[in-house]
């Protein structure tokens, strides 16, 4: 029997044919045992003889003699006895080292020449288990180097998904088929307000302090008729403020068709929803807007017709109410063109370097009769040392001319309005101050004032507007210029609205 190289991985144990010996050891298992039993005959033999002898009364030398063999035959025996228990412990202590070797290095040597032959069938069921055991651990070990690529197969792509999934700008949570949660992103731990690592494998319900939301969740892990995919509307009071979410429920579903967990992604509408208000207030307002000068001029126009005006004064006063409203319909349009235009950043803006004073000068002149029709003082203040502006002369006139307008509009009758230019002592630029000692504006109004149609209610009782000449103003200095707009206001104290705009030395 020998050890026959197997793969070239690992190696398995096979047996080969017993080689034919040309002489066999003299000392074997076998031969001994027949030798021990011949010399227990002969030994037997010679006791009868020794026993014939006695009662045959022999001559004494063939007693002794007789019994000297036997003696010797039965040495002979113990001594062939005793070697024999030796090559057989020295077999059994070779087989020991063998086995001891194949537990430790998975291999025999060569077992031919201490082994007895009577123990080779052993050895030879022996080496064939060994390779039995080989084949299978061969198997097994094929199977598992294919389960380890599958299982790195796999974790590669759960890193990928879970990169996907954490580069989502929408929240994203992932539940198993007992509503524990798997996977949270970092969007959703913002918006639910929790740690990954300290919520994972814990029930949702625990997770999420919105029970309707937990409802939602739960509802798409039973699938029955319902779709696996559905998108719900949700929202949600959060931090004081209303939020709008679109939730998308995917139910994971297996071979069988059972359930396997659900992967929720929120998608916030909130800003979507509000900017959809936002045009929907916006047209509601422009056609309110629109609405009240065209009535007004229609009614005007259509009691003219009627002749409802029976001398020239009242005719006069109905054109004067005409054109009043006309014009007051013309700013409406203007500036709602305008504004539309700046924010689609399809104005024609025509920039050059100008005098800040000279603008100015020429609002104040064009200024002067509506303030003088409230006796209303206009003060003018020109810094020193005022550099030149990159900028588009007649968008700079027209925000000033609103901003003018309106502190002339909402000052009592007898007050001032001041004009101020100066440079930014902090940063490179030159500022435009209008100032009144009007009604001012109130605190709560104060983050509103620059809305689109927006105006204080104490503003709207004094003076008729459309709400439009502030935020046009914040377009062109803001958006146009790249400067800075600042109110400073007081209710019953007045009102300074102030300009920032970047210098350029002419």
Known sequence: MSIAPGKATTPALTVRPEPVRAMTRPFCLKRMTSLVLALLIVVAFVAVFGLYTVIGQ?????????????????CTGIVILLLGKYMLQRSMNHLEQQIRTLQRDDRLDNLDDPVPDELK????????????????????????????????????ERRNTEAIIF?????????????????????????????????????????LSDNALVTLVKEARTVGDRSIRRQVEYSAIRDGKAQTFNITLSTVIDEEGHARGVVAVFHDITREREIAQIKTDFVSSVSHELRTPLSSIKAYIEMLMDNEAHDDRTRQ??????????????????????????????????????EPDSVVKKVLEMMRPQAAEKEIALEY??????????????????????????????????????VQTAVDPEKPSVMISVADNGIGIGSQDLPRMFDKFYRAKDAAQMAKG?????????????????????????????????????????
């Not at 030879?124 to 690529?149: P, T």
């Not at 409406?332 to 950043?345: F, K, M, W």
């Not at 309106?406 to 000052?411: D, G, V």
Request: glycine content about 6%; some cysteine.
């Open 381 to 418: 203040m020109p810094g020193e040392s005022v550099p030149s502006i990159w900028a588009d002369a007649d968008l700079l006139y027209q925000s000033i001319v609103n901003l003018v307008s309106n502190a002339i509009k909402y000052t009592h009758k007898g007050g001032t309005v001041t």
């Open 121 to 156: 069938s052993v050895m030879a069921a022996m080496n064939d288990y060994v390779a039995h055991v080989r084949d299978r651990f061969e198997r097994l070990r094929l199977q598992k180097k294919e389960l380890d690529i599958q299982m790195r197969v796999a974790d590669s």
């Open 167 to 207: 580069s989502i700008s929408d929240a994203v949570l992932v539940i198993d088929s007992y509503g524990e949660l798997v996977l949270a992103n970092t969007a959703a731990e913002t918006l639910f307000n929790f740690r990954l690592a300290d919520w994972k494998h814990r029930p949702i319900e625990r997770v």
């Open 466 to 506: 459309t709400g439009l000449g502030l935020n046009l103003v914040k377009h062109i200095v803001e958006a146009v210029h790249q400067g800075e707009i600042a109110v400073a206001s007081e209710r019953g104290v007045g009102t300074t609205i102030t300009l920032r705009l970047p210098s350029r030395v002419s």
């Open 317 to 354: 006063e109905f054109y004067e109410i005409i054109e009043c409203e006309t014009d007051r319909l013309q700013r409406l349009i203007s500036n709602i063109l305008n504004i539309s235009r700046i924010e689609s950043g399809v104005t024609d803006i025509r920039r050059e370097s100008i």
């Open 58 to 74: 022999a001559p004494v030398r063939n007693h002794y003699v007789a019994w000297s063999a036997c003696g010797m035959l039965v």
